[in-house]
């Protein structure tokens, strides 16, 4: 959906290109010398938008295309006294653009543009004027309405090989084409006679025909399949006191009432490909409205109804349109009684309630890699000053954290295990690597959970600066396969869909540290400060199972985390010894890395989404308090660590034994 809003900000408008079926909303800023933009189509394949805006200096009227990879294209003009260019209409790939151009010499005239032809004028049928309205998916054709000598308006067809204007007319006084099937052979729109108005489909060989009426004097036209064998709209009965949906069919010259839910009125507002279902709009006994959908077996029937018919269920879900239907005619898209969108198939789903469960899951997905990254850095490898090794001389060790972590859309545990090797490789500088493995298990606030099995490697160097300060520089890399189960509410029930793709993580670290700076009654004080980075990479996956399973694309996603610390150490006798931490971080990332991908199953353009991530904590504090102690030939150590509301854990247990030789 394609609309332009005021920005008071910039005093500036700007274009909104909103997904119909998830709400995202993508702004597109106008040219910098509007005073005012307008967006009037947009492609087939949703890549294209093409519209006009006013010059604020000159008050020129110009067209445009945009893409994302171009920008803003202006069209041009037929002539350089042009005044006003409208553009109304873009082919199915986004390379031709159709709509109508004033200038004093030729009045207003359709115009044809394509990046190699530039705009060529189609002339009138004898009159002033000759709007666009529509092309044809392959541009070949064009339609509209033209006026002739008598200043009547008629129906015309244009052909990009002959570039010829035809009035197509032979029934009305007065008549616009406004639809053209994909390979421009059909045509469709409206005409009238006196108080009369009614519809009609064109061809070559038939001529164009008036399809009809339901007994009253207004017929409408809403929509035509792609080959133009079938039109619907809404007409109104005798006596015009109610307006009923209706399907014509040009195979047996045929208008079918479509009837309603009850009420009084029906509106169809879209078609499958083959014409044989039929979506819209209608009231039941009691003047509420629903979506509906019409076929010849089953005749008109609420969205509701047809999701149950094919075994699903509805839950709190009330329908109020049906707007869009796939072309197999098996998905439907339109709007609750609540204002929110709805997809329905074989279950139905509210989106407003579906997405976030598919931002929840992708997000905790690409953020244990960062998570696991970060905690082993400023974990289990957070102690770099009780490690400090003499020239020549080695030590091994082994950690083991376990945890678990409260997160705002997922809660549950995490583990990890490693081993390592350090060696003083001069003085004042000691050298240390570890490796090691990885497993967290979340449970999804909506439903299901996320399984993270991985492994990795992480070098670190710590060196005398002098005075006692420390620099430690350290990096990370893990693999890890994740298994997802996301959960959400389809119909009356929650339903499951299953993922498992893998992830990569690299990162680094800084960390500087002023050894025993301040003794308090016994109590060693080492302040320190760090700075991290870690960088995660999923594959891209498709989930299996559910009504509505996503294909995920690859993601990606980081965190920068600076912090400032102290770890306090005081002795109780000669083998025990206190440990404590206290610690403030903050992350300079604001928001997740956005979602994107389709609904399996779905046509495109009906399911593609890009949606925001998730809202990131940036500032928490970190407590730990444990103990170590001389254990044979080496050091045990615990601390039990506790986050408030943030990246880190929430709370975890970090243990270790380290033999020095």
Known sequence: ??????????????????????????????????????????????????????DGTTGRISSYVWTAANGFVDLGAIDANATEVLARAVSGDGTAVVGSAYSPNTYSQAFYWTSTTGMIGLGTLGGDYSYASDISDDSTTVVGQAFTADQHYHAFVWKAATQTMVNIDTLYEYSAASAVSNDGSVVAGSGSNNL????????????????????????????????????????????????????????????????????????????????SVVIGTSNDAEAVYHGFVWTEATGMETVEEWVENQGGTIGEITTQTADFISDDGNVIVGQTASGTTYIARTSIIDTAEFFPTVVAASNVIVQSGVGSADTIMFGAQGAPMRNLLDVGQRSVWGTIDGGYDNGDHADGGLALGDFGFGYGIADGVTARISAGVTYTDQDLDAGGDVRQRGFYLSPEVSADLGKNVY??????????????????????????????????????????????????????????????????????????????????????DHSTIARLGADFVRPLNDTVRLLAKAELDYQFESHAAATSGTIAGLPVGMSDFNLEGQDLQQ???????????????????????????????????????????
Not at 204 to 228: H, R
Not at 646 to 658: E, F, H, K
């Open 1 to 54: 959906m394609l609309d332009e809003v005021y920005d008071p900000n910039t005093g500036n408008y700007v274009i909104q290109l909103t997904n119909t079926v998830t709400g995202e909303i993508q702004e597109i800023a106008s040219p910098s010398v509007a005073s005012y933009i307008y967006a009037s189509d947009l492609s087939s394949d949703g890549k294209t938008v093409t519209g006009y805006y006013q």
């Open 196 to 275: 009369t108005s009614g519809v009609f489909r064109w061809t070559e060989a038939t001529g164009m025909v008036d399809i009809g009426s339901l007994g009253g004097t207004w017929t409408s036209f809403s929509a035509m399949n792609g080959d133009g064998s079938v039109l619907v709209g809404s007409a109104h009965l005798t006596g015009n006191t109610e307006r009923h949906a209706y399907r014509y069919t040009a195979a047996t010259s045929t208008m079918t009432d479509l009837g309603t839910l009850g009420g009084d009125y029906s509106y169809a507002r879209d078609l499958s490909a083959d014409g």
């Open 471 to 556: 620099v430690t520089v350290g990096g990370y890399w893990g693999r890890s396969s994740i298994d997802s189960r996301r959960g959400y509410l389809a119909g009356a029930g929650t339903d499951y869909s299953d993922g498992d793709t893998n992830a990569e993580t690299w990162g680094a670290k800084i960390r500087f540290d002023w050894l025993n700076a301040v003794t308090i009654d016994e109590t060693a004080i080492t302040p320190y400060i760090g700075l991290s980075y870690a960088h995660t990479k999923v594959d891209a996956f498709t989930e299996t199972g559910g009504s509505f399973p996503v294909e995920f694309d690859g993601s990606s």
């Open 619 to 661: 500032f928490w504090a970190r407590g730990g308090l444990g103990a170590e102690f001389d254990l044979g030939k080496g050091v045990a150590s615990f601390m039990v660590n506790a986050t408030t509301k943030g990246q880190d854990p929430t709370v975890w247990l970090r243990s270790n034994y380290t033999v020095k030789f």
